[in-house]
């Protein structure tokens, strides 16, 4: 099976400024609120599965997300999206959809 990189989401070195996992309606819902560069964005992912943090310290910096898109695959509906960041897969999960805001 293939996969298909749908986009590299932000780029280089991401801050997470708030992060929030919570159960809604029997779903964990991850939202993640992030600054690149000057950027602030709100990033919401919905039906997350098998979320996993590796070690973690302050600042919370990542070099960017990937995302992987499995739909063509005919994966489960939680597994359609795979999260990780680029540098070495500290933060990794899967999801069913998202969404990401600008906020002013």
Same mark, same amino acid.
């Given at each position: 099976?293939?996969?298909?990189?749908?986009?590299?989401?932000?780029g280089d070195r991401v801050e997470?400024?708030?992060? *929030?996992? $919570?159960?809604?309606?029997?779903?964990?819902?991850?939202?993640?609120?992030?600054?690149?560069? !000057?950027?602030?964005?709100?990033?919401? @992912?919905?039906?997350?599965? =098998? @979320?996993?943090?590796?070690?973690?310290? *302050?600042?919370l910096e990542i070099q960017g997300?990937?995302?992987? &898109?499995?739909?063509? &695959?005919?994966?489960?509906? &939680?597994?359609?999206?795979e999260i990780r960041d680029f540098?070495?897969?500290?933060? $990794? @999960? @899967?999801? !069913?959809?998202? $969404?990401?805001? =600008?906020?002013?």
């Amino acid at each position: 099976m293939s996969t298909e990189k749908i986009k590299n989401l932000l780029g280089d070195r991401v801050e997470i400024l708030e992060m *929030t996992i $919570k159960n809604v309606d029997n779903q964990l819902q991850l939202l993640l609120k992030t600054q690149h560069e !000057e950027d602030v964005l709100l990033m919401s @992912f919905y039906n997350v599965s =098998r @979320f996993k943090m590796g070690e973690i310290s *302050t600042p919370l910096e990542i070099q960017g997300f990937e995302m992987v &898109d499995h739909s063509i &695959d005919g994966w489960a509906k &939680d597994s359609i999206y795979e999260i990780r960041d680029f540098e070495d897969d500290n933060i $990794k @999960f @899967f999801c !069913e959809s998202f $969404k990401v805001e =600008r906020t002013q």
